[in-house]
C-alpha cells in the first residue's frame, strides 16, 4: 500500500533535499520531539537561524515529516512501500535511506504515541435495566378484586377493594 500525499505535504516536505543529511536527521528527530511533547517554537526559531530560512519553513518541514511518519505508521507499510512512497518525492538516495531508517527505528514508537492520543470513546460499564409495570384493570360492576403483577417476581397478589374506594385504589 502507497502513502499519498497531497501537494501541500509534498510543498513542505520538498524543503529536504536542500539540507544535508545529518539536518535532514535533525528534523527528523524533531518530528519525533514534535509527536510526543508538540510544537516548540523556540527550537524552530533556533534552526531557521542556522539554516538561513524562516521559522515557518522549519516548522512545515517538521509537520510534512511528521505526517509521513505517522500516517506510515498507522498504516504499517511496510519497508517496500515507505520506500516506493518516499520515492516518489524525488529524493536523494541517501535522504530516502535515512528517511526508511528513521521510519523504521521509530515506527512502533509512533503507534504507541499515537494510541495514547486517541481519545477514549464513552462506553457502558455496568448496563441494569429495570422495568416498572403497572396495570389498571377496569373491574366489572359488581368486581372486588384486583390482582396487582410484582415486577420483581414475587408474583401477584390480589388486593381487596371496597366498592366505594375502587377509583381511589386505580389511582394510586
Known sequence: ??????????????????????VAGE?????????RKGANAKVYEGAARKLNVTSDVVQHGVEGLTYLLTESSKLMISEIDFQDSVHVLGFSEDLNKLLL????????????????????????????????????????PGQTHIPTLSPWGGGGKVVQVQRSNFREQLAR
Open 101 to 140: 531508517q528513521l521510519y523504521l527505528d521509530h515506527r512502533k514508537e509512533i503507534r504507541n504515541i499515537l494510541g495514547e492520543l486517541t481519545p477514549e470513546l464513552p462506553s457502558y460499564h455496568s448496563l441494569e435495566w429495570r422495568l416498572d409495570v403497572q396495570i389498571l384493570q377496569l373491574a366489572f
Open 27 to 35: 528534523l527528523g528527530r524533531l518530528a519525533l520531539e514534535f509527536l
Open 1 to 22: 500500500m502507497l502513502l499519498v500525499l497531497s501537494e501541500e505535504h509534498k510543498e513542505h516536505l520538498g524543503f529536504l533535499p536542500r539540507l544535508d543529511s545529518a
